[in-house]
């Protein structure tokens, strides 16, 4: 096998899934809004349409074509940036999307930020002192975040810090663009209500995979090598159990675009999902689809890059399963099972 | 006539490129005879039990036994020449081979339960005279392995294995797990078993100590390979291969000391 | 007693007093879904124009709503609607998610490939945009917002289902019964049912929780809402458009929906811990059984020349200072000496290496005696170190090898980069000049190319190369004093020959005294110059390896 097939190989094999799983998603959906039946003629045009005039519209949006042909045609114009065109607006689905979508951005970003930081650092230092209060009051912390509606921990702060304190806004936006400050304020009570779920989840994560690393033999290993504690914490223990963390961090992500919808609801944001949820209300299927498409594409552009970073910290995983197919698969090793 | 026939065995794990693990192997098992196959790790011989079994798939070569053609078995077949028994394998790891919520009494039946053979009460006297045979109480077929010490669990391995009547066992490392005291009485059942039901047994093992004086002849496995074989006595005290020569040099002192 | 089958997971979880609380929450909440309604002690539906937003009192106990309709009664109406919602979304998952993920283990690479995409498809849909996209493509109604969650609790059930059954489907007990012809429904019913059963409570009780949890989020988006029918979440979305007035009233719908995800989650809990304590006593048993009975008397310290280590009545205890495993251990080690520590598994001779290299497991301890290390740059008290204090001398004075040696390498960074970390954390030197000492230290461990095994990393190392590797980060550091803890014992007798020559040679050239815990006779008497024999937490025998030899076969069988 020459180097060229094989890198085409690996590169195929790395793409093939991501991309399936792009189809088979969006194909989903599109069948779904399909299968729902929603007539926008008659919506749009009202009870007194004529025959003719539906026709002329149902063939305006395309809705006459066979089904397949329809998705295609969607998916070809979705991937060069054309998402179609709202049922009742007229505005184009794209141009809603990419007005509303860095408020969500933006949003994600601070949010991944405080879990990452929270739950980490909560992880972390839990790991450490395993057993005592802080350890007890994180998994404390952390099993009640997960019997909380999430919503009711926005409304937590809200009444906290907006009704109570007056410290911040209950609700509103600013873009970023124009004027960081002001972002930052309307921005901190949202993006701290999306990640409690996800800190919550990193910190017990993390604590888990750190207590486990801990116990393993490397760690002994460099203990018996003389080597500090905080070297071995960082640059062994810690590195072996981020990848547990990070997976879940993978599995957060579409949790927390979910919780984008309550946030932006809840605190008046204009995002996507409001967008959407405005669709939904008026059965807008073109804005619906293009908001589950827009979906679809960041879950899985997150997923690729939370693998390249797996990759990245564990090589052994990627060098390991190339050559573990090659070698027999139960040699009996001894050593714990 | 040959119990068990091995001819030009390769195996590899994985696509056509992959290094085979067993290179053309052939070796023969004769009604009633302990053949010995001596291995270190990564020799391949975990892998030759396996296929012979069928767990692994051959890439080319035959296995036979009794003049059936097992490697050409598919589905149907294969499920049915399995429930006649004839051919059990012993595993190496009783804690991982019996299934730790079963009761020894059952898992010892379970061989006749999955063949249907005659009506319950049947199933579990046969099991009891299985326990019997390899020395154990018949109270202890109500534990489950956790309960068991690990030379019961091996015998308990072993009774399963029996209980069928088979003609051959192939026993892959049928006493590394356990300690000294209990390697000489697990290797003294077997053949005692041996002289009193004429079952034959092809027994792989990493120590070489452990196969004298016990096996009829032995082939060594280096790398995939046989690379030699023959009367045990004869391949001990005369070794013609430089990796056996070196495996006795390496372990003379065992024999010296055990005075086995 | 100690013969009986293993009793159900549940009912040996019901046992904890947090389950029985659980279960009892659990039961109360049946109730309520099943006859809330009728129990209400008002009319649900029934509004009040004169007593809107009333806080808790004696006509109303929770107060009322923006509609004066009494809290109370709506909570607990609300709860049969609530939990039928969580119900028909798990209900719908687990019939999705279950046998596909079964099948997925049988049914051939296409399907499995297939359904695998499929259902990564479906995970990267986030419950709520679904939800928000169903209800938009069907209409409003609890059954649609709830059937699109359904769809996406399937993948969980699908993973956890085939996770579980696919370890099972390799373990050696389901092979054996493939190698008696069992069928799969023989093997799904004995081998992997009950298994998976405990698995599947677990995955229940949490997704229950969850859809709990979804359907309220729903409903605060007034996704599966048909007013003016209550449910829990409901009732919450409409306090938040009364929160000046009333802050307090989210807390008692907010409140019950915790109570029950709270006591799902606490069912589930204590269903995966007994298993998982279940499976370590039954792994006790055993090695309590050989209960100590005429301990054998201890030797008294024998003085060698130019002692390197000396450890004088070391006793350790295990269990958290509950029992005493090593009583009273005392011996030396001299310059250019190998002395062989040898005893069966349980006699004290690890806890014994691992306490003189401060290395003890948590719950270990050295409860008396000393350890002294010798000669070198001055006597060290090794009882009286802290943690920096055991960095100094961990490399520079002991260097330590064990048994299955790549688990004690790092598995994510390559093997040299680890032997040039140990390098300088010793010595001020340059990365460079750390790497040109590593790849010599290779070299003269006997490894062939010295220059790839550094950019391996340790799982694509042999047993014999990873335990040279072992060996050149731990004389790396130029110790006067090498631990070898069953450095040999995993290999096989070919390598275990060729890495005692080693051995032998780096004590020859380096003058280093070698402590080689073996419970290996064999190589004890070939290799050492000086055995110390372990039994029962004493040292029983010691002396030359010819002497002590006779009774040291005696005692082993």
Known sequence: MSPIVGSLRAIVRLVSVPVTVFLIATFATYALGAAGGANPAATVLGQDATPGQIAQLNHQFGLDKPFLVQYFDWLGHALTGNLGVSYFTSIPVATSISQAFPVDLSLAILALAFAVVLGGGAGILAALRQGGWFDRAVSAVCSGLATVPPFLVGITLIVVFAVFFRLLPSGGYVPFTQNPGQWLRFALLPSLALSAEGAAAIARQLRTSLVGALQENYVLGAAARGLSVRRTLFRHALRNAAGPALTVLGVQIPLLIGGAVVAEKMFALPGVAQLALQAGTERDVPVIQGALLVTIAVVLVSNIVVNAVLLRITPQAARGTRSARRRPMLQATGGAA | MTLLGVSDLTVAYGDKNAPAVLHEVSLEVQPGEILGVIGETGSGKTTLARTIVGLVPARSGRVEFNGVELSGLRNRALRDFRRRGELQLVFQDPLRALDPDVTAAESIAEPLDAAGVGVREERVERAAKALAAVGLDPSLGERVPGRLSGGQRQRVLLARALVTEPRLLICDEPVSALDAANRGHVLRLLLDLRDETGVAALVISHDLQSLSGFADRVAVLYQGRIVEHGPTRHVLDNPQHSYTQRLLAAAPRLRSLTGA | ?557
């Open chain 3, 1 to 557: 007693m100690s013969g009986v089958r293993r009793a159900g997971t549940l009912r040996r979880a019901l046992r904890l007093t947090s389950a029985r609380i659980a279960l009892g929450i659990i039961l109360l909440i049946i109730v309520l879904a099943v006859f809330g309604g009728a129990l209400a002690p008002q009319n649900p539906l029934t509004q009040n124009p004169d007593a809107v937003l009333r806080g808790p009192g004696s006509a109303h106990w929770l107060g009322t709503d923006y509609l004066g309709r009494d809290v109370l009664s709506r909570l607990m109406a609300g709860t049969g609607r609530s939990v039928v919602g969580a119900l028909e979304a798990v209900g719908i998952g687990l019939l999705l998610g279950v046998l596909p993920g079964l099948a997925s283990l049988w049914l051939g690479r296409t399907y499995e490939w297939i359904s695998l995409r499929v259902v990564d498809a479906f995970m990267t849909l986030p419950y709520v945009v679904l939800a928000v996209a169903v209800t938009g493509f069907f209409g409003n109604s609890l059954t649609a917002a709830m059937t699109a969650v359904g769809v996406l609790i399937a993948p969980l059930y699908f993973r956890v289902t085939r996770a579980a059954a696919l370890g099972l489907t390799r373990t050696q007990y389901v092979e054996a019964a493939e190698l008696f012809g069992s069928s799969r429904r023989r093997i799904l019913r004995t081998h992997l049912w009950s298994k998976i059963l405990p698995t599947l409570a677990v995955t229940t009780a949490q997704a229950l929780a969850s859809a709990l949890l979804i359907v309220s989020s729903l409903a605060f988006l007034g996704l599966g809402v048909e007013p003016p029918l209550p449910t829990w979440g409901e009732l919450l979305s409409s306090d938040l458009d009364y929160l000046s007035q009333q802050p307090w009233a989210p807390l008692f719908p907010g409140l019950l929906i915790m109570l029950v995800a709270g006591a799902l989650n606490a069912f589930a809990d204590a269903i995966r811990d007994t298993g998982a304590a279940n499976d370590l006593s039954g792994a006790d048993t055993v090695s309590a059984a050989d209960a100590p009975d005429d301990l054998p008397s201890g030797v008294d310290l024998v003085p060698v020349a130019e002692p390197v280590l000396r450890v004088e009545g070391l006793r350790v205890t295990v269990n958290g200072g509950r029992t005493e495993a090593v009583h009273g251990v005392s011996f030396e080690v001299g310059r250019g000496e190998i002395v062989g520590l040898v005893g069966e598994s349980g006699s004290g001779k690890s806890l014994t290496c691992r306490a003189v290299t401060g290395l003890l497991a948590p719950g270990c301890e050295r409860s008396a005696g000393t350890v002294d290390l010798l000669g070198g740059s001055g006597p060290v008290d090794l009882a009286s170190l802290d943690r920096a204090g055991w960095n100094k001398v961990r490399g520079p004075r002991i260097g330590i090898v064990f048994q299955d040696p790549a688990s004690y390498l790092n598995p994510s960074i390559q093997v040299g980069k680890q032997l040039v970390e140990a390098i300088r954390a010793h010595s001020d030197i340059s990365r460079t000049e750390a790497r040109a000492r590593a790849i010599e230290l290779f070299t003269s461990v006997g490894l062939r190319e010295p220059e790839t095994v550094y950019r391996q990393y340790p799982h694509e190392l042999s047993g014999g190369m990873a335990q040279r590797v072992l060996i050149a980060i731990a004389i790396s550091g130029d110790p006067d004093l090498l631990i070898a803890d069953e450095a040999t014992s995993a290999l096989d007798v070919l390598v275990q020959a060729e890495v005692l020559d080693l051995l032998r040679g780096l004590v020859q050239d380096r003058g280093l005294a070698l402590l080689l815990v073996t419970h290996d006779l064999a190589v004890v008497a070939e290799f050492c110059d000086r055995v110390l024999v372990c039994d029962r937490g004493r040292i029983v025998e010691q002396g030359p390896a010819a002497n002590v030899w006779p009774e040291l076969v005696g005692a082993e069988s």
